[in-house]
């Protein structure tokens, strides 16, 4: 796929999200378009470590229930606008992404994947039996003070809109500019042969490092924004496994790796799943079977995410035959 397929996906996404509210306005279609940013906001924080670097964690909801729950601890307790206390949240989540990560980057694939999943659980059982200090397995509610934009609060759905856009659009930076930069490059090496990285001198075990510490810290941001957002949050929901999984299979759907990737399968997938819940009934489970049979769809028919196969329809000098029957034996 050439930049110029790229570029314009990625112009055609930002119209779309530009002129989304103004089409919909302070509706139900806007709480799905909030949310489909967000996750987009997820997956591009995601990518950082699990598409660029390679490194497969399933344990991102650990660093969004740390960043939900100390924002909204501080903001409860001591008075603390969330807006300060997001960064205090994402300030912890460094601190477990460097602990998790000193124990568990010496594994690979499935045993990395699954170390990271056991640090998450571990800290959603650890939040459950907090009763005295974060409300146990009950949850906490966030105080609702109506129209203060201070305490990051708003009674229109514009305003969280605006905020969710505005997450993206520096998480979409970020990834750019670590793309184009030299730790970048050490990062894509890593993902393509460690063995042969660490020959050629590049600090592996560092820059793993770097890459988790940016992507906890940014997905930590994320768990504030949807407290403040939802007004309750609790273990299940935050650190539950069912957070990681998703947050990584929109970003492998949509392309892990890339800078467009992850909005891609956010602004696809987070619909989809609302109409599967629709049709089902509110099907319990019907979200997570829609996002298991996209993923074994796409790994089986073009390992390198939809948005390949947009760049092969948008691509002016594209093969007669698709990326799709390509991929057929």
């Not at 970020?174 to 001198?201: K, P, V």
Request: glycine share 10%; net charge positive.
């Amino acid at each position: 796929m050439n930049s110029v397929s790229v570029a314009r996906i990625g112009k055609l996404a930002l119209v779309a999200l530009v002129l989304f509210p103004m089409a919909y306005g302070d509706t139900y279609f806007l709480s799905v378009g909030i949310l489909a940013l967000l996750y987009a906001y997820l997956a591009l924080s995601w990518n950082i470590l699990g598409g660029i670097a390679g490194q497969l964690s399933l344990g991102h909801a650990a660093y969004f229930g740390i960043g939900a729950y100390t924002s909204t601890w501080l903001f409860s307790k001591l008075g603390l606008t969330p807006w300060l206390g997001m960064f205090a949240g994402a300030a912890f989540a460094i601190l477990a992404a460097i602990l998790i990560g000193a124990a568990s980057f010496r594994l690979r694939g499935a045993y990395y994947a699954l170390a990271t999943l056991a640090a998450s659980m571990v800290l959603k059982t650890l939040v459950e039996n907090a009763d005295t200090l974060l409300e146990g397995s009950r949850g906490m509610e966030v105080p609702l003070l109506g129209d203060a934009i201070l305490y990051f609060q708003h009674t229109s759905k514009y305003f969280y809109y605006l905020v969710a856009l505005a997450f993206v659009l520096i998480a979409a930076y970020l990834n750019h500019a670590i793309l184009g930069s030299r730790m970048g490059f050490y990062l894509t090496a890593i993902r393509n042969d460690q063995e042969a990285a660490e020959a050629l001198g590049v600090r592996v075990t560092r820059y793993k490092l770097y890459a988790a510490m940016l992507s906890a810290g940014l997905t930590a941001l994320g768990g504030t924004f949807y407290a403040q957002y939802v007004l309750f949050i609790s273990p299940d929901k935050v650190f539950g496994a069912n957070t990681s999984i998703v947050i990584a299979v929109i970003c492998i759907i949509g392309g892990r790796g890339t800078l467009w990737g992850p909005i891609l399968g956010a602004a696809l997938l987070l619909p989809a799943e609302d109409i599967a819940r629709r049709m089902t009934g509110g099907l319990v489970g019907a979200d997570m079977l829609l996002y298991g049979l996209l993923l074994m769809l796409v790994i089986r028919l073009q390992p390198q995410g939809l948005l390949a196969i947009l760049g092969w329809l948008f691509s002016s000098k594209r093969k007669p035959t698709s990326p799709l029957a390509e991929a057929k034996p």
